[in-house]
């Protein structure tokens, strides 16, 4: 499988950027130049990271072959697949189809889950309700995120997990489950799913409550009902999604498309349509903050597949006024602030975001990025231990950034650049591939003369 892992390479910030746009077999800065046209058309979307993930790895409940089209092509995404095939499923992908097969047959396995947190919360769960006994590690910046907060709730229901230090690597003895009545205290679809496919797999009742909604993918997949007091009930009984309601297409990935959506909103002249993406209300937030700070952007066609929603996006250059994100809104664009707060910097008066606490155990420490990274190209900020306020309008200027290996800082970045004076380098600018692997070619091909990449 085909795994992009490049290290860094150091250049000095007044460097000359090169003048190839021509992605080279290994890359990893790219420099960034000011848009020099509007940016026009339309563009399409590879699959949502999170829909993928889910609907690959509910084929373990399954012996039928599942035929997913559009699959996304992150690399978080194909970790989903590898992680699979150490179960002792088969995966045969071509294109962006993924063929699943075969059968989870083993009882021992180590699963190295490498970015992806969706992949290694969901696998506890899921691996949990299953007798066995299951390691699951990770890459660096996987390793230094919380994973206690998983293993708790799986741990009352009668799973033996050992972390280290409340991180991976985790082993699990999965097996006999008893049910739970759990309220959480994050909204977090991650944990969320957790539970929710260890009461599956365990065969076992599961009530659960959020402080506010999370992405509810899971629940849509299960066929989950909500009652009026937001506890989501799974019965002992409940029966996992069949093949055949797992195959089929997937919706364009939201929290790529707010990058071009943002892009098109902050760049003279420009009108995107960004076509085929998902639109479900816990998905669609980006689009609801950016309508409510002044910007064009409405959604058109919009259809049901596979019981979610989706449109085409058509986002419009405009002038914003301030970014306002509510404390329930904020489970609804966690993905997505990063860009949003690339925005801000273009809206006349002050955005105020609050209870961004999350923020901080994502990829990296996001907050601190936002904070570096603005201020490096001139941006007015100032945060506070969940708070994030940004004064605008302000010219940005050209920096140097450094994104920690998070793909959403890469990118969010990159569009800062696109708005800059001066020129922008992005190091490690492979780690976009993290979720969004044709990232710098959709980028090159939407603002042609904007990218050149550096070995
Ligand atoms: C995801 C949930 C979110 C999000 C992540 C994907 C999912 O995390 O940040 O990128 O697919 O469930 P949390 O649920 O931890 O907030």
Not at 66 to 73: E, K, M, P
Not at 100 to 128: E, V, Y
Not at 190 to 207: D, F, H, I, P, Y
Request: proline letters at 4%.
């Amino acid at each position: 499988m085909h795994r992009l892992s490049v290290e860094s390479l150091s250049v000095a910030a007044d460097d000359v950027c090169s003048d190839s746009d021509q992605a080279p077999a290994r890359f990893s800065t790219v420099c960034i130049l000011p848009a020099q046209t509007p940016l026009r058309g339309r563009i399409r979307l590879p699959g949502d990271k999170s829909v993928s993930i889910r609907r690959a790895l509910l084929t373990l409940f399954s012996d039928d072959e599942a035929a997913l089209d559009n699959f996304g092509s992150g690399e978080d995404c194909l970790t989903a697949l590898y992680c699979l095939e150490q179960l002792g499923k088969t995966v045969e992908r071509e294109s962006n189809r993924v063929i699943i097969g075969g059968k989870f047959h083993r009882q021992q396995a180590t699963l190295d889950c490498r970015n992806s947190g969706t992949a290694a919360r969901l696998l506890m769960g899921i691996l949990s309700g299953f007798e066995g006994e299951w390691i699951l590690t990770g890459d660096s910046s996987l390793s230094s995120r919380p994973m206690e907060r998983i293993a708790a709730p799986l741990r009352e229901m009668g799973a033996i997990i050992k972390l280290s230090d409340g991180r991976l690597p985790a082993k699990i003895l999965g097996g006999k489950l008893r049910s739970i009545r759990y309220e959480s205290a994050v909204a977090s679809a991650q944990l969320k799913s957790a539970v929710l496919l260890a009461g599956l797999g365990g065969g076992v009742e599961v009530q659960y409550r959020e402080p506010f909604f999370s992405r509810t993918h899971t629940e849509r997949l299960l066929e989950l009902e909500t009652d009026s007091k937001g506890w989501i009930q799974l019965d002992q009984n409940a029966e996992a999604p069949s093949s055949a309601a797992l195959s089929g297409g997937i919706s364009g990935d939201p929290s790529s498309a707010t990058f071009w959506g943002v892009a098109a909103a902050l760049i003279p002249d420009s009108e995107l349509i960004l076509e085929g993406v998902l639109t479900d209300p816990v998905r669609c937030g980006w689009i609801d903050v950016l309508q409510a700070s002044g910007v064009d952007i409405r959604v058109e066609n919009e259809s049901q597949v596979c019981s979610e929603s989706v449109g085409d996006v058509v986002c419009k250059s405009s002038s914003l006024t301030p970014i306002k994100i509510s404390q329930e809104m904020i489970p609804r664009v966690i993905d997505e602030i990063p860009i949003l707060s690339i925005a801000a910097t273009q809206a006349r008066g002050c955005s105020r975001m609050r209870r961004l606490a999350e923020l901080r155990v994502k990829e990296s420490d996001r907050l601190a990025q936002i904070e570096k990274h603005l201020s490096g190209m001139n941006a007015t900020v100032e945060i506070g231990q969940d708070e994030l306020s940004i004064a605008g309008p302000v010219e940005l200027c050209g920096a140097v950034i450094n994104p920690e290996r998070d793909h959403r800082i890469a990118m969010a970045f990159a569009i800062a650049g696109l708005i800059a004076k001066g020129n922008t380098k992005i190091h490690q600018a492979e780690c976009a591939a993290v979720s969004y692997q044709e990232f710098w070619k959709d980028l090159s091909e939407l603002s042609p003369g904007s990218l050149q990449y550096e070995n």
